[in-house]
């Protein structure tokens, strides 16, 4: 699997828009972007994914550049239960090779100011 | 119910100790995965299954093994609980083939502490 960067930590104001940057520059074509995000101590909780097209649900947008090299997931507006831990990943959607080292970096810490 | 049930959620023992988290699901997924998070770090893949009779090694299976009893139901074992072994470990459950997503769903997490 690809591997990917995050910024550490950011912030954002309450009612604002989020937008949180991931690199993945070694992507290959047949992997997804996924997110998820860890709120304090609970398991992760899927949020969007995408392949080479913009994405929109009921929770994020998520933007993937052209090149595929880069993606931004987006908050449109932040509350305080957004404030959480953001993971990005980038894998096939499944396999049968016995590759799914589905690790997770150390993300980035979202806090959503008042 | 949550879709996917760890037990115990939180354990305390000593050190030499045999410890066993269990993890069910309702998801009816075939592939299940155990997870271990350290403090301010990421998750690390300890072991994975792809059905009943498949069990594949993680990055950091070492210290630990598995057991996939039935299709809903995967145990992670220590043998010999060191301290290092302290962690929130983690079960998850996906989907494969044609139309899966591919997302993981998580078990709300076993705290394990090492004396």
């Known amino acids: 699997d690809a591997k990917t960067t995050q910024p550490t930590s950011m912030d954002c104001a309450e009612g604002r828009a989020a937008n949180l940057p991931c690199n993945h520059s070694?992507?290959?074509?047949?992997?997804?972007v996924y997110w998820y995000r860890q709120i304090h101590s609970q398991g992760p909780q899927y949020i969007i994914h995408g392949l080479k097209n913009n994405e929109t649900n009921e929770m994020a947008s998520l933007i993937i550049t052209e090149d595929r090299k880069s993606s931004t997931l987006i908050l449109p507006h932040a509350t305080l239960r957004d404030t959480a831990v953001y993971y990005c990943?980038?894998?096939?959607?499944?396999?049968?090779?016995?590759?799914?080292?589905?690790?997770f970096g150390t993300g980035t810490r979202l806090t959503i100011i008042p | 119910d949550a879709d996917v049930t760890q037990t115990p959620r939180n354990r305390i023992t000593k050190t030499g100790k045999r410890i066993m988290l269990e993890c069910s699901q309702t998801?009816?997924?075939?592939?299940m995965y155990w997870y271990r998070q350290d403090p301010g770090l990421g998750l690390r893949l300890i072991y994975y299954s792809f059905d009943v009779k498949d069990i594949n090694k993680g990055e950091i299976s070492d210290g630990y093994s598995v057991s996939r009893q039935a299709q809903a139901k995967f145990s992670l074992s220590l043998e010999s609980a060191i301290p290092n072994q302290t962690a929130l470990y983690f079960c998850?459950?996906?989907?494969f083939g044609q139309g899966a997503t591919g997302e993981l769903f998580f078990g709300e997490g076993s705290r394990l502490t090492v004396l």
């Open positions: 070694t992507i290959s074509g047949n992997e997804y």
């Open positions: 998801k009816g997924h075939d592939r």
């Open positions: 990943i980038v894998r096939v959607r499944w396999s049968n090779f016995g590759n799914e080292k589905l690790t």
């Open positions: 998850a459950t996906s989907d």
